[in-house]
């Protein structure tokens, strides 16, 4: 047996663009990015403003950003991950 399986479900996460994009982008999760990037630029302004200082505003002001980057791509793996399980229990 294939060590990989994959769904040919037309409605499996892996095979739908659409079904990705409602839950990678659900209004919650584009709430947040849109108040992560909002973030991003107030606090540059203000860093930039201040002549590069207080130091810890630039760093700060990356981190809800990334936050929602890694926020992604751990629901993405886990809605393949259980992709590949359901295929593979549908397979046996």
């Known amino acids: 047996m294939a060590w990989f399986v994959m769904s040919m479900d037309p409605d499996s996460y892996t095979n ?48 809800p950003l990334w936050s929602c980057v890694i926020w992604q791509g751990v629901t993405d793996a886990k809605f393949r991950r259980q992709d590949r399980e359901d295929a593979r229990r549908a397979s046996r």
Do not use: C, D, Q, T
């Open 16 to 63: 739908s663009f659409g079904k990705r994009v409602r839950i990678l982008f659900s209004p919650v999760r584009f709430s947040l990015f849109i108040a992560a990037v909002l973030f991003s630029i107030a606090a540059n302004a203000v860093y930039i403003r201040n002549g590069g200082g207080p130091e810890w505003l630039g760093l700060a002001s990356v981190i």
